[in-house]
């Protein structure tokens, strides 16, 4: 018994003497005695850290090159005037026209196209009078007749003061606002049938 009491006596002061140890700071900015400092301090180097293995001294390294991200599909149409030419002949949208498919490619162009193009596609989003140059209207003579592919390139590459969309939409989302902006394209025009033909582009827009 005493034996018990003696012990229970040893570990609670060893274990006040730690609270208290644990607690007591040299300085605030201390985190107090460290038990495993490894765990603490680990030897891996953080991103955007000097690095003395490295000739440039960084940490983060430029992918080797023709490293593409997971899922990546090159365009196989170059930036170039015959690339524009057969994708304007050849590139085929994989997605079909379906209501749900178009009403998917207006939500994404309500996002990262409405602000220059306008809800209709007519060159009248906000942004568009602080262009040096309003974007076209889709239905308009310039862009009317313009196709799936030119498209896909532009959103692929940019063109004129239209930048590159690669970067922020995948390729299906692309696909998508295609379709979509094909439904622009028809608006207004003798095509878009009978009554609404002959009335104004946004009434008959709606
Ligand atoms: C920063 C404003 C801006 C944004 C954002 C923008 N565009 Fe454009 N877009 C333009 C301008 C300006 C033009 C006219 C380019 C030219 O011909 O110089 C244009 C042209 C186009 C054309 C016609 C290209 C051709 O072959 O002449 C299409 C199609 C198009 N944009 C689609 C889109 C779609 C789809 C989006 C959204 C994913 C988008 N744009 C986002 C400004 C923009």
């Known amino acids: 018994m005493k034996k018990k009491v003696f012990l229970l006596a040893l570990s609670s002061s060893v274990f006040a003497v730690s609270l208290l140890t644990s607690c007591h700071r040299v300085n605030k900015d201390s985190s107090g005695v460290e038990y495993m400092p490894d765990m603490y301090r680990s030897p891996s180097y953080e991103d955007n850290s000097f690095n003395p293995n490295f000739a440039d001294s960084m940490t983060d390294r ?8 997971v899922g990546f599909t090159p365009d196989p149409f170059p930036n170039t005037p015959d ?4 994708a304007s002949k ?6 079909e026209a379906t209501p749900e498919i178009v009403a998917e490619g207006k939500a994404t162009y309500e996002v990262y196209c409405i602000h220059c193009h306008g809800p209709k596609g007519m060159g009248d989003g906000k942004v568009a009078d602080k262009l040096p140059g309003p974007p076209p209207p889709y239905s308009g003579p310039a862009l009317r007749n ?3 592919g030119e498209m896909f390139q532009t959103l692929e590459y940019g063109k004129g003061l239209m930048g590159s ?3 922020q939409l995948t390729i299906a989302q692309r696909c998508k606002i295609i379709r979509y ?10 095509a878009d049938t009978g009554a609404k033909a002959t009335q104004p582009v946004a009434a008959a827009a709606k």
């Open 181 to 190: 902006v094909q439904t622009l394209q028809k608006l207004g025009q003798p």
């Open 90 to 95: 050849y590139w085929k949208d994989p997605f």
């Open 83 to 86: 690339g524009w030419a057969n």
């Open 165 to 167: 969309h690669a970067g």
């Open 62 to 69: 430029v992918p080797v090159k023709g490293t593409v991200p």
């Open 146 to 148: 313009i196709t799936e």
